[in-house]
């Protein structure tokens, strides 16, 4: 499934510009880059003074000493240098600096013209982010006036005030001014422009991978190829956008109109478009039988709009077909809802508040009266509560949400699916034997619409539940929605499907973090295995495959972790040396910050009790016993006798939310919990401690005894009471009615909460925050910092949590001075000093190191000796090898046809690249996505220009190893592997081969493995694989066998 993707185009807003007004963008643009380029300049200058002058700090918070020459009378540096000192941005004597620069000018002209352009420009950006706070200071700001007057400058006006008296003012003309006045002559622009807008002409670099999904499929979009059905918007102006939706726009001469925003694409500010004429012919295939119409005459008035584009979003979900779907086979019953009486929860109120607000214009300018003061209005607000309140409250439960059941004959394992409206997981349980043996052969069921079904003589083999039907709501009866899945053709599609093989987890800083008081001793024992790794990895041939993924157990190797495990030696070449020293710093990196397995731990589906489950169905809900006891859970993954206790964990991991539980097993269990998921009990509150549904999500469970104490032994308050789960109430959001003006709006609504990192930043600087005394040791927070520390937390997660949910809610809260203040104080604080390898953040964003338990896990790893690498083990490396006809000449045209390649791949990665650091954690644009769509395009030019010369693309690819590895030995042979590495891999299996018939036969006792090709002991008669090639086919015909039943 994920290797079958479809090439459409990503544009942002900018690509609708017209003439005039990409004129305007241009002028804004330039002149943004001409306060960037006097930024750097004034930095370099001041980091250049100060190093020539080797000015210490000593002293300085007491007084700044006089200097030798005039820079003791500028009173502005004086006060910059104390606030360097003050932030530390600048510690003891500066280091000399890389390069000098005369002016503005030459800077620019280096960085344009150079041939060290790129490490200027990686030195300069380093020095930015080094410094960020430093050059928003005032003084900064007044420095940089000094070297270009222009930046702020004044000039004497006459205006007339509302007497119409003239007076003379004097205004801002410089280059911030004159932005603020070019954007709002560009906003003008925007708004004057009543055409239906053209997408511009779009280049190579707009296109992205998407999965092959019902969408694609039902749109016939062929894989690898490229399509204009979709085109992928980014927001940047918000003008242009809402001419788009409400006008759409067109390219090609074809109209393209809003489809559909994923809960991701809404957090990236992003929508898809579709070809109008495209929509009109597939809308009713895409929303099985539903339209616009229908949906806003309802009883509903219209539908949650946020909500509506994410449920058409389902039907984009990377999946694959679910071949032999019966949609007759189907059914949709109410959700598995109990009451949990008199739990113990932390509950966090909120109030419904309103404030006067000032009223701003398109521009951002404040509107005024005709007496001159400023407009007001109403705005209403929730303000969430200063403290978590301990409650003991009935607290209701969806157990089903989102998951639903599935004979075990159709599938024996836990799988996620998608249909139109209808999405979730579903899990193998035996309901009609379950009849058989608990309700007297009674099948008989009524769905949500109030229809009985007998499950047995109706042949029912998936059951729905209401929670996974999303628009329900909407059709007369679920023989309504299965009338309309068959007459316009709806598919259903399947993802995520349970592992046949389970491997170890990594756990991560937000878990370690939550553990605040852990033992040196454990510390060592868990990063033990790495250090052991890392140690290992700089002598033995086996440890570098594994950090490059050349391993049998990879089952998606690409193709040069391929050659590496046919051809071993290839690790001596220059170029894959440091691709293992690349592995083995990103390994030590992320332990760095506790992302390292834990053994045994594994990622698997969270499921109910649906032993319960049934009881509630089919006896009623007065009749639930279940299986399971509060704060019990089963895994068959765990046995029970070696791992009595288990710990269930879940991402994102933000407050205290570890679970300790008792794994238990019996016959029961055993019979009617057939997957691999952990099966949780319905008298539990783990659902609301770990935040999950059971619509695919997943814990981290695991079995190590001494990590299943540590976490109960931290999930403590400050009176030494279990720490009880957090609880609030979410709004929801109306149903409006379905059109263009809507759409804006909430997406707009939704855009503004997509930050969900201010929040785990937040909690992060808390977790890791430690106290320490005159004379630098560490202080024990008192009772009363614990319990303040524990609530701050509480409030930080809950609007973390609505943060989340803002897209579908479109409701945020808002905090009180007194946790705003708090807060303040939290900001002060810089993030931990593991964040430089979590987060990629300089020495001088980062708190020294302390003994919070993620540093500790850092210094471990620190403290982990630097050796040489050694390649004792491996044989000598022979570039033949790589190639079918070493003999060949090599022909120019060729590599220079190689060399324009190669450049425009770097192009390409250097585009995505600009894109990554524009929009953050968009898989979309991260280079993983784009990649292989890079490397087909590459091939086939490749392949085009080899057709064209007569050239065999065999004869051209030995060319290339021939010239790479003869004359131009130093160069990066990415472009070879990625884009030549098949013909590559299947040159060196030749090869591999060919020397083993020149040793004439097989030595006695040996055979030649039929799978990989290399000789290998003979352990019996039948033999013809090595045992790791055994292995993978085995684990193969298992799988295939499994998928089967």
Same mark, same amino acid.
């Given at each position: 499934?994920?290797n079958?993707?479809?090439?459409?185009?990503?544009?942002?807003?900018n690509?609708?510009?017209? +003439?005039?007004?990409s004129?305007?963008?241009?002028?804004?643009k330039g002149?943004?880059y001409?306060?960037?380029l006097?930024?750097?300049?004034?930095l370099?200058?001041?980091?250049?003074n100060?190093y020539?002058?080797?000015?210490?700090?000593?002293?300085?918070?007491?007084e700044i000493?006089?200097y030798?020459?005039?820079v003791e009378q500028?009173l502005?540096v004086?006060?910059l240098?104390?606030?360097?000192?003050k932030n530390?941005?600048?510690q003891?004597r500066?280091?000399?600096?890389?390069?000098?620069f005369?002016?503005?000018?030459?800077?620019?002209?280096k960085?344009q013209e150079s041939?060290n352009?790129?490490?200027?420009?990686?030195?300069?950006?380093?020095?930015m982010?080094?410094?960020?706070?430093?050059v928003?200071?005032?003084?900064f700001?007044?420095l940089?006036?000094?070297?270009?007057?222009?930046?702020?400058?004044?000039?004497?006006?006459?205006?007339?005030?509302?007497?119409?008296?003239?007076?003379?003012v004097?205004?801002d003309?410089?280059?911030?001014?004159?932005?603020?006045q070019?954007?709002?002559?560009?906003?003008e622009l925007?708004r004057? %422009?009543?055409?239906v807008?053209?997408?511009?002409?779009?280049?190579?670099?707009?296109?992205?991978?998407v999965?092959?999904?019902?969408l694609?499929?039902?749109?016939?979009?062929?894989?690898?190829?490229?399509?204009?059905?979709l085109?992928?918007?980014?927001?940047?102006?918000?003008p242009?956008?809402?001419?788009?939706i409400?006008n759409?726009?067109?390219?090609?001469?074809?109209?393209y109109?809003?489809?559909?925003?994923?809960?991701?694409?809404?957090?990236n500010?992003?929508?898809?478009?579709?070809?109008?004429?495209?929509?009109?012919?597939?809308?009713?295939?895409?929303m099985?039988?539903?339209?616009?119409?229908?949906?806003?005459?309802?009883?509903?008035?219209?539908?949650n709009?946020?909500?509506?584009?994410?449920?058409?979003?389902?039907?984009?979900?990377?999946t694959?077909a679910w071949?032999?779907?019966?949609?007759?086979?189907?059914?949709?019953?109410?959700?598995?809802v /109990?009451?949990?009486n %008199?739990?113990?929860?932390?509950?966090?109120?909120?109030?419904?508040?309103?404030?006067?607000?000032?009223?701003?214009d398109e521009?951002g300018?404040?509107?005024?009266?005709k007496d001159?003061?400023?407009?007001?209005?109403?705005?209403?607000?929730w303000?969430?509560?200063?403290?978590?309140?301990e *409650?003991?409250?009935d607290?209701?439960?969806?157990?089903?949400?989102?998951?639903?059941?599935?004979?075990?004959?159709?599938?024996?394992?836990?799988?996620q699916?998608r249909?139109?409206?209808i999405?979730g997981?579903?899990?193998?349980v035996?309901?009609i034997?379950?009849?058989?043996?608990?309700n007297?052969g009674n099948?008989?069921?009524?769905d949500?619409?109030?229809?009985?079904?007998?499950l047995?003589?109706d042949?029912i083999?998936?059951?729905f539940?209401k929670?996974?039907?999303k628009?329900?709501?909407?059709?007369?009866?679920?023989?309504?929605y299965k009338?309309?899945f068959?007459?316009?053709?709806?598919?259903?599609?399947?993802?995520?499907?349970?592992?046949?093989?389970f491997k170890?987890?990594?756990?991560?800083?937000?878990m370690w973090?939550t553990l605040e008081?852990?033992d040196?001793?454990?510390?060592?024992?868990?990063?033990?295995?790495?250090?052991?790794?890392?140690?290992?990895?700089?002598t033995?041939?086996?440890?570098m495959?594994?950090l490059?993924?050349?391993?049998?157990?990879?089952s998606?190797?690409n193709?040069?972790?391929?050659?590496?495990?046919?051809?071993s030696?290839?690790?001596q070449?220059?170029?894959?040396?440091?691709?293992?020293s690349?592995?083995?710093?990103?390994?030590?990196?992320?332990?760095?910050?506790?992302?390292?397995?834990?053994?045994?731990?594994?990622y698997?589906?969270?499921?109910?009790? @649906?032993?319960?489950?049934?009881?509630?169905?089919f006896?009623?809900k007065?009749?639930?016993?279940g299986?399971?006891e509060?704060k019990?859970?089963y895994?068959?993954?765990?046995?029970?006798?070696?791992y009595?206790?288990?710990?269930?964990?879940?991402?994102?991991?933000l407050?205290k939310?570890?679970c300790? *539980?008792?794994n238990?097993?019996?016959s029961?269990m055993?019979?009617?919990?057939?997957?691999?998921?952990?099966?949780?009990?319905?008298?539990d509150l783990?659902?609301?401690?770990?935040?999950?549904?059971?619509?695919?999500?997943?814990?981290?469970v695991?079995?190590?005894?001494e990590?299943?104490?540590v976490?109960?032994?931290?999930?403590?308050?400050?009176?030494?009471?279990?720490?009880?789960?957090?609880?609030?109430e979410?709004g929801k959001?109306?149903?409006k009615?379905?059109?263009?003006?809507?759409?804006?709006?909430?997406?707009?609504?939704?855009?503004k909460?997509?930050?969900?990192?201010?929040?785990?930043?937040?909690?992060?600087?808390?977790?890791?925050?430690?106290?320490?005394?005159?004379e630098?040791?560490?202080?024990?927070? /008192?009772?009363?910092?614990?319990?303040?520390?524990?609530?701050?937390?509480?409030?930080?997660?809950?609007?973390?949590?609505?943060?989340?949910?803002?897209?579908?809610?479109?409701?945020m809260v808002?905090v009180s001075?007194?946790?705003?203040?708090?807060?303040?104080?939290?900001?002060?604080?810089?993030?931990?000093?593991f964040?430089?390898?979590?987060?990629?953040?300089s020495?001088n964003?980062?708190?020294?190191?302390?003994?919070?338990?993620?540093?500790?896990?850092c210094?471990?790893?620190?403290n982990?000796?630097q050796?040489?690498?050694k390649f004792?083990?491996?044989?000598?490396?022979?570039?033949?090898?790589?190639?079918?006809?070493?003999?060949?000449?090599?022909?120019?045209?060729?590599?220079?046809?190689?060399?324009?390649?190669?450049? +425009?791949?770097q192009?390409?990665f250097?585009?995505?690249?600009?894109?990554s650091?524009v929009i953050?954690?968009d898989?979309?644009?991260?280079?993983?996505?784009?990649?292989?769509?890079?490397?087909?395009?590459?091939?086939?030019?490749?392949?085009?220009?080899?057709?064209l010369?007569n050239?065999?693309?065999?004869?051209a /690819?030995?060319?290339?190893v021939?010239?790479?590895?003869s004359?131009?030995?130093?160069?990066?042979?990415?472009? @070879?592997?990625?884009?030549?590495?098949?013909i590559?891999?299947?040159?060196?299996k030749?090869?591999?081969?060919?020397?083993?018939?020149?040793?004439?036969?097989?030595k006695?006792?040996?055979?030649?493995?039929?799978?990989?090709?290399?000789?290998?002991?003979?352990t019996?008669?039948?033999?013809?694989?090595?045992?790791?090639c055994?292995?993978?086919?085995?684990k193969?015909?298992?799988?295939? *066998?499994?998928?089967?039943?």
């Amino acid at each position: 499934m994920l290797n079958k993707q479809v090439q459409i185009y990503s544009v942002d807003t900018n690509a609708f510009l017209n +003439e005039e007004e990409s004129k305007i963008l241009k002028k804004i643009k330039g002149m943004e880059y001409t306060i960037e380029l006097l930024t750097q300049f004034t930095l370099l200058n001041i980091i250049e003074n100060l190093y020539n002058k080797t000015i210490t700090f000593k002293e300085v918070n007491a007084e700044i000493k006089a200097y030798k020459d005039n820079v003791e009378q500028d009173l502005q540096v004086t006060n910059l240098l104390y606030k360097i000192n003050k932030n530390n941005l600048v510690q003891g004597r500066v280091e000399k600096p890389r390069y000098h620069f005369d002016s503005v000018l030459d800077l620019q002209n280096k960085l344009q013209e150079s041939d060290n352009k790129s490490y200027i420009a990686r030195y300069t950006n380093k020095l930015m982010k080094n410094n960020s706070q430093l050059v928003k200071d005032k003084t900064f700001r007044k420095l940089m006036c000094e070297i270009d007057d222009e930046y702020i400058k004044y000039e004497s006006v006459e205006i007339k005030d509302k007497n119409n008296k003239t007076r003379i003012v004097k205004k801002d003309t410089g280059y911030k001014a004159s932005i603020k006045q070019w954007k709002k002559e560009f906003n003008e622009l925007i708004r004057k %422009n009543k055409n239906v807008r053209i997408l511009n002409k779009i280049s190579k670099y707009n296109i992205i991978s998407v999965f092959d999904s019902f969408l694609t499929r039902t749109l016939g979009l062929e894989i690898g190829k490229l399509s204009e059905e979709l085109i992928t918007l980014r927001v940047c102006h918000y003008p242009i956008f809402k001419q788009l939706i409400n006008n759409g726009f067109v390219y090609k001469d074809e109209r393209y109109i809003p489809f559909t925003a994923s809960a991701g694409q809404i957090r990236n500010k992003k929508m898809v478009f579709v070809k109008e004429s495209t929509w009109e012919n597939f809308k009713l295939t895409l929303m099985c039988g539903l339209t616009i119409e229908d949906i806003n005459n309802s009883k509903e008035k219209g539908c949650n709009i946020n909500k509506f584009l994410a449920y058409l979003a389902l039907t984009a979900s990377a999946t694959d077909a679910w071949e032999d779907f019966n949609i007759n086979q189907c059914i949709v019953l109410e959700d598995y809802v /109990t009451t949990i009486n %008199n739990a113990k929860v932390d509950y966090i109120s909120k109030e419904r508040k309103s404030r006067d607000v000032k009223v701003k214009d398109e521009n951002g300018e404040y509107i005024k009266n005709k007496d001159g003061t400023i407009q007001t209005q109403k705005e209403e607000y929730w303000l969430l509560a200063d403290k978590a309140e301990e *409650r003991t409250m009935d607290i209701e439960i969806t157990h089903s949400d989102g998951c639903g059941w599935i004979l075990p004959d159709l599938s024996n394992k836990n799988f996620q699916c998608r249909l139109p409206w209808i999405k979730g997981l579903l899990t193998p349980v035996d309901f009609i034997a379950w009849c058989d043996e608990y309700n007297s052969g009674n099948y008989k069921v009524t769905d949500i619409y109030g229809e009985e079904w007998n499950l047995k003589e109706d042949n029912i083999k998936v059951v729905f539940f209401k929670s996974q039907f999303k628009m329900n709501k909407y059709y007369k009866s679920w023989q309504d929605y299965k009338d309309k899945f068959k007459k316009y053709n709806c598919k259903a599609g399947k993802c995520n499907i349970e592992d046949d093989e389970f491997k170890n987890s990594n756990f991560n800083y937000q878990m370690w973090q939550t553990l605040e008081n852990v033992d040196n001793r454990v510390i060592k024992k868990f990063t033990k295995p790495i250090h052991k790794l890392i140690t290992k990895a700089y002598t033995d041939k086996n440890t570098m495959l594994k950090l490059l993924g050349a391993t049998k157990e990879n089952s998606n190797m690409n193709y040069l972790q391929q050659a590496l495990l046919l051809y071993s030696e290839l690790i001596q070449d220059k170029y894959i040396k440091n691709k293992v020293s690349e592995a083995l710093n990103k390994k030590k990196k992320e332990a760095k910050y506790g992302k390292f397995q834990i053994r045994p731990a594994y990622y698997t589906f969270i499921i109910p009790d @649906v032993f319960a489950w049934m009881q509630y169905v089919f006896l009623g809900k007065d009749k639930v016993t279940g299986l399971l006891e509060d704060k019990q859970v089963y895994c068959k993954l765990f046995d029970t006798e070696k791992y009595p206790e288990l710990l269930t964990n879940r991402s994102p991991h933000l407050g205290k939310e570890h679970c300790p *539980r008792k794994n238990v097993s019996n016959s029961d269990m055993e019979k009617w919990f057939v997957s691999d998921g952990i099966y949780t009990s319905s008298y539990d509150l783990i659902s609301k401690v770990l935040q999950f549904d059971n619509d695919g999500d997943k814990s981290l469970v695991i079995g190590d005894k001494e990590l299943v104490q540590v976490a109960e032994d931290n999930m403590k308050d400050a009176e030494g009471k279990n720490i009880r789960p957090l609880y609030y109430e979410m709004g929801k959001a109306e149903p409006k009615i379905i059109n263009a003006n809507n759409i804006y709006n909430s997406l707009i609504t939704a855009f503004k909460y997509g930050n969900i990192g201010e929040f785990s930043n937040k909690l992060t600087k808390l977790w890791n925050y430690r106290k320490y005394d005159a004379e630098g040791n560490e202080v024990l927070f /008192t009772k009363d910092e614990v319990k303040k520390r524990l609530n701050l937390s509480k409030i930080i997660t809950c609007c973390n949590n609505f943060s989340i949910d803002a897209a579908k809610t479109l409701e945020m809260v808002e905090v009180s001075e007194v946790v705003q203040k708090q807060l303040e104080e939290l900001n002060k604080i810089k993030l931990p000093y593991f964040f430089q390898f979590a987060k990629d953040k300089s020495e001088n964003q980062v708190e020294p190191i302390n003994n919070s338990t993620v540093n500790g896990i850092c210094k471990e790893i620190e403290n982990i000796p630097q050796l040489d690498y050694k390649f004792d083990d491996l044989g000598r490396f022979n570039k033949h090898m790589l190639m079918n006809n070493f003999r060949i000449e090599i022909l120019d045209e060729v590599i220079t046809k190689y060399k324009k390649l190669k450049e +425009e791949m770097q192009k390409y990665f250097m585009y995505i690249s600009n894109q990554s650091s524009v929009i953050k954690n968009d898989e979309e644009v991260s280079k993983e996505r784009i990649a292989p769509v890079v490397y087909d395009s590459l091939y086939l030019e490749f392949e085009e220009f080899c057709k064209l010369k007569n050239i065999d693309v065999v004869d051209a /690819t030995d060319m290339i190893v021939k010239y790479i590895y003869s004359i131009d030995k130093d160069s990066k042979k990415g472009f @070879v592997f990625n884009i030549l590495g098949d013909i590559i891999v299947t040159n060196i299996k030749k090869n591999i081969k060919k020397k083993s018939k020149k040793l004439n036969k097989v030595k006695e006792g040996y055979i030649f493995c039929s799978g990989c090709g290399k000789e290998v002991s003979r352990t019996g008669n039948r033999q013809t694989m090595c045992k790791e090639c055994a292995d993978t086919k085995r684990k193969e015909n298992d799988r295939k *066998r499994k998928s089967k039943k």
